[in-house]
């Protein structure tokens, strides 16, 4: 009798470990799932704050005169502070769900670009109110929405996790022209106020379309019945090459992407169309997403990952050899890039990793890469400075994609689940 009752019991809890890591019917609301990811992705840290810190260098460097080295500074700052919360993010997706956790951090979000308009008052309070608006957005990135994905798709999770990532490209796309015309015509202060309501009118509909499910963690699940899920990944190899990998490749060519604008400058092109030629990069990024979406249903993730860090690197190269005439193909190869990286980690985490600890597992990959990128626009920013333009900020960006290549070329096939 003893002996049913510990099979029934081992049977169970193999039933438990299923449904933890098993992704939920996609039939069943998927597309308000769908939906609200696409729309937090667009209004949320990543798409809003990364991508328009370029935009009000002008500005800033006009009534505080801030130098591009400081500038570099100030994404490194902003970085860090989002490399620093995101493992936490990550461990409280687990725990708590996505949902109202993601609807938080666009509400603070908003909150904090009014503050970067409101009370900038020097380079030292342009720091310290980035880094505060970064900590307290940060959980309106990528890795709820990723989650979100996971634990609604299964056979066709690449182009799920394609589209949800496109909010961002939308977002690069049409938010920065409009965003520089009303910089030039009305300031950098208000350009700040009027980013800070995209963000707001997100939380809003964030809050409405996505189902209650995702507002449930571990906590209200039987996740913890894993008890090796907790820390196993931490120890595997994989996880490591991938942080390491995702590092380098971020680098080398997340620096270029607050300079983008910078370099158009000193290349002679007018504000307004270097606002336009940063909004196609966006629109590269909503191409990359469909198309590494579908990619990564019907091949190896890692091939797709080398395919888009050659294209990248030709890029910069284009820019280095034929300049500014041919940037348009720069900011599609940039966005190319751009567009792949997040598709790339939810993906591999997921195939690797399992759902269990998804969170603390993309908080800590996260981490890396956004390490990594913070250190990029800082040391763009000294080799400009130092040299008068961005030559051979160009070439080297372009040498650190290749090193990424290698990583991926290193990754091991996926486990059987």
Request: a positive charge; hydrophobic letters at 60%; proline letters at 5%.
């Given at each position: 009798m003893a002996s049913s009752d510990a099979s029934k019991d081992a049977a169970g809890s193999?039933?438990?470990?299923?449904?933890?890591?098993?992704?939920?019917?996609?039939?069943?609301?998927?597309?308000?799932?769908?939906?609200?990811?696409?729309?937090?992705?667009?209004?949320?840290?990543?798409?809003?704050?990364?991508?328009?810190?370029?935009l009000f260098v002008g500005g800033l460097t006009q009534e505080f005169g801030l130098t591009r080295v400081?500038?570099?500074?100030?994404?490194?700052?902003?970085?860090?502070?989002?490399?620093v919360a995101n493992p936490l993010v990550g461990w409280l997706v687990d725990r708590l769900g996505a949902k109202w956790l993601s609807v938080a951090g666009l509400l603070l979000l908003s909150l904090g670009f009014v503050s970067l308009g409101a009370f900038v008052k020097s380079v030292n309070s342009y720091y310290l109110l980035g880094v505060l608006v970064a900590l307290a957005g940060a959980a309106s990135g990528p890795i709820a929405y990723s989650k979100i994905i996971n634990e609604t798709f299964s056979r066709h999770r690449g182009i799920a996790l394609g589209i949800t990532m496109t909010g961002i490209g939308i977002a690069a796309a049409f938010i920065p022209p409009a965003l520089a015309n009303i910089i030039a015509d009305q300031g950098w202060r208000a350009g700040y106020y009027a980013l800070a309501t995209v963000p707001l009118v997100g939380a809003a509909l964030t809050a409405l379309l996505l189902p209650s499910r995702h507002a449930v963690g571990a906590q209200g699940s039987a996740a913890p019945a894993d008890p090796s899920a907790a820390g196993v990944w931490i120890r595997s190899p994989v996880f490591w090459m991938l942080a390491g990998t995702?590092?380098?490749?971020?680098?080398?060519?997340?620096?270029?992407?607050?300079?983008?604008?910078?370099?158009?400058?000193?290349?002679?092109?007018?504000?307004?169309?270097?606002?336009?030629?940063?909004?196609?990069?966006?629109?590269?990024?909503?191409?990359?997403?469909?198309?590494?979406?579908?990619?990564?249903?019907?091949?190896?993730?890692?091939?797709?990952?080398?395919?888009?860090?050659?294209?990248?690197?030709?890029?910069?190269?284009?820019?280095?050899?034929?300049g500014a005439e041919y940037a348009w193909l720069t900011a599609i190869a940039i966005g190319l890039a751009l567009g792949a990286e997040l598709d790339l980690m939810g993906f591999l985490i997921a195939r690797y990793f399992g759902l269990v600890s998804f969170g603390r597992v993309y908080g800590w990959l996260y981490f890396a890469f956004i390490f990594a990128s913070g250190i990029g626009p800082l040391w763009v920013g000294g080799v400009r400075d130092a040299t008068g333009d961005y030559s051979i900020a160009l070439v080297v960006s372009a040498i650190g994609l290749l090193v990424s290549c290698g990583g991926f070329l290193l990754m091991p096939r996926y486990p059987s689940r």
């Open positions: 193999r039933r438990i470990h299923q449904v933890a890591n098993a992704p939920t019917d996609p039939a069943k609301g998927w597309p308000r799932s769908l939906s609200g990811a696409v729309l937090g992705s667009a209004t949320g840290v990543s798409a809003l704050l990364l991508y328009t810190n370029g400081q500038f570099g500074f100030a994404v490194l700052l902003v970085t860090m502070a989002l490399a995702f590092a380098m490749m971020s680098v080398s060519f997340m620096g270029l992407l607050p300079h983008f604008v910078p370099m158009l400058g000193d290349a002679g092109v007018d504000p307004r169309a270097a606002g336009k030629l940063a909004g196609q990069i966006g629109i590269a990024v909503i191409a990359s997403r469909m198309l590494v979406g579908l990619a990564l249903d019907r091949f190896f993730a890692p091939r797709i990952a080398i395919a888009i860090s050659l294209v990248a690197a030709a890029g910069n190269l284009v820019f280095y050899f034929l």
